[in-house]
């Protein structure tokens, strides 16, 4: 079946290290995005990219990083920079030949700060 | 600037029928979604209007008034799996990925 992969699920860090989120789809999606969530908000835009090799960022990009080398793949770095990471991250891709564009999301990385 | 503005909370009972609101005002207008997010888990797509109107899809109906910044999701015959958060999202330049999402309702239905 046609979906986003995101590993890991949870992950656990200390102050200072940085860390990557994968993000893989087979849905043939051109656009990929990332958002953090934060409890009780909604998502936030961190990075998103339209087309391999080229990456823009979102609204919340400082002390994030990411690259976009594979159609498929869109891993995103939570640098030491990030001054509170803890948070929900969600990786999305979508189809501009879709009806809506609607975003198809991943099962989301809940990432912790020690 | 992007402003979008949904209750935090609601409850309803089971079978009824409940209208969650959402109002904004953004520097552009393209469509707007609604998306259904249970507790951990990841948003999934449940509408999208463009034009003005009531757009009906089995349990669920979205609404849309763009001269009054305003749309409503209407969700009949209420189960205990429609228990979730409801994302309301501006999509202001015709790219869904950079719609504005609202901070969510918590809808909570009662046996």
């Known amino acids: 079946d046609g979906g986003i992969t995101q590993s890991p699920k949870y992950l656990f860090r200390k102050e200072g290290q940085n860390v990557t989120l994968s993000c893989e789809q087979n849905?043939?999606?051109?656009?990929m995005y990332w958002y953090r969530q934060d409890p009780g908000q909604g998502l936030r835009l961190i990075y998103y990219s339209q087309i391999v090799n080229d990456f823009q960022k979102g609204d919340i990009a400082e002390g994030y990083s990411v690259s976009r080398e594979k159609k498929e793949s869109f891993p995103l770095t939570v640098t030491s920079a990030q001054k509170n990471p803890t948070a929900f991250y969600l990786c999305?891709?979508?189809?501009?030949?879709?009806?809506?564009?609607?975003?198809?999301f991943g099962e989301g990385s809940r990432l912790t700060v020690l | 600037g992007q402003n979008i503005d949904q209750p935090t909370e609601m409850t309803a009972t089971e079978g009824a029928i409940v209208q969650i609101n959402c109002t904004y005002q953004?520097?552009?207008?393209?469509?707007l979604f609604w998306y259904q997010q249970h507790a951990g888990e990841a948003p999934t797509f449940l509408s999208y209007n463009v034009l003005d109107g009531l757009e009906e899809k089995g349990r669920f109906s979205s609404f849309l008034s763009r001269s009054k910044g305003y749309s409503y999701l209407l969700l009949k015959e209420l189960q205990m799996k429609d228990s979730a958060s409801y994302l309301c999202a501006v999509d202001p330049f015709g790219n869904a990925g950079k719609s504005t999402f609202g901070d969510g309702t918590t809808l909570t239905v009662k046996p």
């Open positions: 953004t520097s552009g207008f393209n469509g």
């Open positions: 999305a891709s979508n189809s501009d030949r879709g009806n809506t564009g609607e975003l198809f």
């Open positions: 849905l043939n999606h051109d656009a």
